[in-house]
């Protein structure tokens, strides 16, 4: 049997889109002693650590090398993973087997991004086929672009709905005080307003670029114990991916094979039939405000073409049955290397009941997703018991 794991510590940065007063080695150290202090360990206290990076996306190879400092990584046994948008997942999932095998009984889970002194939009172009995608599809728009065409033509999805996403999530940001883009008298007008980057994706349909860092402490569960007063303890995790060309399927968000099934396993583990009735709360990550009303489709949120209904009934906001991302998600902020983390770190905080102004009340069993690279997604359930 698996060891218990819990997550028992967090700590980010404040995410902006340009951090000019900090190295990148000085951006981890802060995401690194804020979670260390959370638990009132230093790093001798940590087994091993485990690191998530979009390495192209800095500009220059090896960047956890030459911050070893930053994450305290002397002496310590560490691995790296580079998986695209679900980097931060990858590597909290990772540290899980590594506690839950046995081999370290305290790990300690960093991500992190510096995009404004890389070039992320340059790499990611480089995904597509050079003579059959490129011209359609460069860079993340490009891509969400001509998957959003195709869902909005599936689903029935309208502008209006995609524009109260902009403003569920961008407002929810304002309570948390290390979200990037904090707009809180955002309109649905506001967003119908703004320039097309390629239909039917509108610039604040999309996500920023941010330079940030997230970190976490798991543990077993008898250190877990000593650590947290009400550690959130990881239920279960999975990672599905897909195989195609970027163009073979642009219904890759009509139809997102790899969500369904990761989300589906991670539902059977913990007996979870259905997941609004089940869950408290849900921090998944969507890059587009269409990516996320397509998600709640594939994550078994409501039926198919039914998304639109979902928001326009509030129910996954705040205030509603399943709040989805009340820390505003990555709309509100992406430091890719660290953004999938974030999703996990703030699941954890509404679980142990430390997320402040964002805090849903009485949360007990969350979801948290990651997805990138070639279509593939990670998801976790976390829970108080």
């Not at 959130?232 to 642009?250: F, L, R």
């Not at 979902?310 to 709309?331: A, E």
């Not at 699941?347 to 402040?356: F, W």
Request: some cysteine; overall charge negative; hydrophobic content about 40%.
């Amino acid at each position: 049997m698996p060891h218990k794991v819990g997550i028992v510590a967090t700590g980010q940065t404040k995410h902006t889109a340009k951090r000019t007063d900090i190295n990148l080695r000085e951006l981890i150290t802060e995401a690194v002693t804020r979670a260390l202090d959370d638990a009132g360990l230093r790093m001798s206290d940590i087994d091993a650590v485990m690191l998530g990076n979009m390495e192209p996306f800095e500009g220059f190879m090896l960047p956890e090398l030459w911050s070893v400092e930053g994450w305290g990584g002397l002496g310590k046994p560490a691995m790296k993973f580079n998986t695209g948008g679900t980097v931060g997942t990858s590597t909290a999932i990772a540290a899980y087997y590594f506690v839950a095998s046995g081999i370290y009984d305290t790990i300690l889970a960093v991500g992190f991004e510096k995009q404004s002194e890389g070039h992320t939009q340059t790499a990611i172009t480089t995904v597509g086929d050079p003579l059959w995608e490129r011209t359609m599809m460069a860079g993340a728009i490009g891509n969400f672009a001509v998957m959003a065409s195709t869902y909005v033509h599936e689903s029935g999805v309208t502008e209006e709905h995609a524009a109260k996403i902009a403003v569920k999530s961008r407002r929810n940001a304002c309570n948390n005080e290390y979200a990037h883009l904090q707009m809180p008298n955002l309109t649905v007008e506001e967003v119908l307003a703004s320039p097309y980057l390629a239909y039917p994706v509108r610039r604040l349909d999309f996500c920023p670029q941010s330079d940030g860092a997230c970190a976490m402490v798991l543990a077993t569960e008898s250190k877990a114990k000593k650590l947290a007063p009400q550690p959130a303890w990881i239920k279960a995790v999975a990672t599905a991916h897909e195989q195609q060309y970027m163009g073979d399927s642009p219904r890759r968000l009509a139809d997102m094979r790899s969500q369904r099934a990761a989300s589906q396993r991670v539902y059977k583990a913990c007996g979870i039939s259905d997941p609004v009735r089940d869950l408290d709360v849900a921090e998944i990550y969507e890059v587009a405000t269409y990516a996320e009303l397509a998600m709640y489709e594939n994550l078994g949120f409501c039926a198919p073409g039914q998304s639109g209904k979902l928001i326009d009934q509030g129910v996954t906001t705040m205030s509603g049955q399943l709040p989805v991302n009340p820390s505003g998600g990555v709309l509100a902020t992406n430091c890719i290397g660290a953004t999938a983390m974030i999703r996990v770190a703030e699941a954890a905080l509404q679980i142990m009941g430390k997320a402040g102004k964002r805090q849903v009340p009485g949360a007990n069993l969350a979801l948290a997703t990651g997805y990138g690279g070639n279509a593939w997604t990670d998801a976790l359930i976390l829970g108080r018991e």
